[in-house]
């Protein structure tokens, strides 16, 4: 018993001298029981435009009724199809509802009305949810007009998915599983960098070398760069090659994006590694960051389904912007013009990072 009381004592004192580890391994599980209790699978809010060329009592009346769902939320009213087409490719639209300019005179003529409904595809959660919601309006619609006339008037939708036609899961989870990939491999690498030669004694001999502090951090990081772009390579030739995915945008501004990407990560591993005491600890910490981005960025989850707070949180991770960007340039095309939210957001938290990377290596080495 004297030997209990006395190793027990002992590890009790190591916990609480060793305040960073405790507070990761409290605070992990209460983050992730918080982000699995927010989080949710139905699909809401999905952006969508509205493509009205008939501009009758009929149409507005169809509009509400899609508003009411809660499944759509219509950003935008339109006459061109081609515009609402681009707003898909960009990533601002889900869902476009085109309404044909005879939608009025089939109505009241009791002949047979469609409706065209074009779904980006390269979210298949939000694809089949919208989908459902749709063809559920419809059936209301006509169930409707069947009991009050005793007949049934054919309203029908004619949905067109965009971009993943087959509805190929692979399709959409891979382009964003290379983003979270890269994401652990990079921060966990970097992580370690700093606080490992801390342990290894090696520090104090880093630091009284005539080394400035921006050359240690590039220094430090290039390798990893250099690494993390030829796994992305690699990862590219498996997707393309093994499962299949199409790469329709250019590989050149997806790898332009890829190094902005990487270089916010390995400084924010880096700020981990200079502030851990010890290379466990830069790990847990690393994984409480790691962990989040995957579920607030909305490569499991719709991000539309999130709350406004935890979408503002989601934001604030590299990740967000680099799965938007990946389905984007591998699904739909899309170029630099059409995701420049996104680009700018990757741009704006690789510069902040950058410069919180390099003041915490400064601090270390001064």
């Known amino acids: 018993m004297r030997s209990f009381l006395a190793v027990f004592r002992k590890e009790v004192l190591h916990i609480r001298r060793n305040r960073g580890v405790l507070i990761v391994t409290v ?4 983050v992730q029981m918080l982000l699995f209790g927010f989080l949710d699978q139905t699909v809401h809010d999905v952006n969508t435009v509205i493509v009205d060329q008939d501009r009758s009592v009929q149409s507005r009346e169809l509009i509400d009724k899609l508003r009411a769902t809660k499944t759509f939320a219509i950003t935008e009213l339109t006459g061109s199809s081609q515009n609402a087409r681009d707003e898909i490719i960009r990533g601002h639209a889900g869902v476009a509802v085109v309404i044909p300019p005879d939608y009025h005179d089939d109505r009241a003529r009791n002949r047979p009305a469609k409706i065209l409904v074009l779904i980006d595809g390269s979210d298949s959660t939000v694809s089949a949810g919208a989908l459902a919601a749709i063809n559920g309006v ?15 008037v054919p309203l029908s939708a004619q ?20 983003a979270i990939l890269m994401q652990m491999i990079a921060v966990f690498l970097a992580a370690g960098s700093i606080v490992r030669e801390r342990e290894r004694g090696t520090m104090e001999q880093l630091m009284v070398t005539p080394v400035n502090p921006l050359g240690l951090m590039l220094g430090t990081l290039a390798p990893y760069l250099f690494l993390g772009l030829a796994e992305t390579a690699l990862i590219l030739l498996l997707m393309r090659f093994a499962f299949f995915v199409p790469i329709q945008g250019s590989l050149l ?7 902005v990407y990487l270089a916010a990560l390995l400084a924010f591993g880096l700020f981990i590694s200079t502030s851990a005491k010890t290379e466990m600890e830069a790990m847990q910490s690393a994984q409480m960051i790691v962990l989040p981005s995957i579920f607030l960025s909305g490569y499991i989850f719709p991000f539309e389904g999130l709350p406004v707070v935890l979408r503002g949180i989601g934001a604030l991770f ?16 899309a170029g630099l013009r059409d995701l420049m939210p996104d680009v700018l957001g990757l741009v704006g938290l690789s510069a902040l990072l950058v410069f919180l990377g390099a003041r915490s290596v400064r601090k270390v080495t001064a």
């Open 159 to 178: 949905p067109i998915i965009l971009f993943n036609p087959e509805g190929r899961t692979a399709n959409y989870i891979i382009p964003g599983l290379v």
């Open 27 to 30: 605070m992990m599980p209460m």
């Open 253 to 259: 501004f997806l790898f332009l994006i890829m190094i």
């Open 318 to 333: 590299p990740a967000t912007h680099m799965i938007n960007v990946m389905r984007g340039v591998v699904l739909r095309d």
């Open 138 to 152: 419809v059936a209301d619609e006509n169930l409707t007009i069947a009991n009050a006339s005793q007949r049934t």
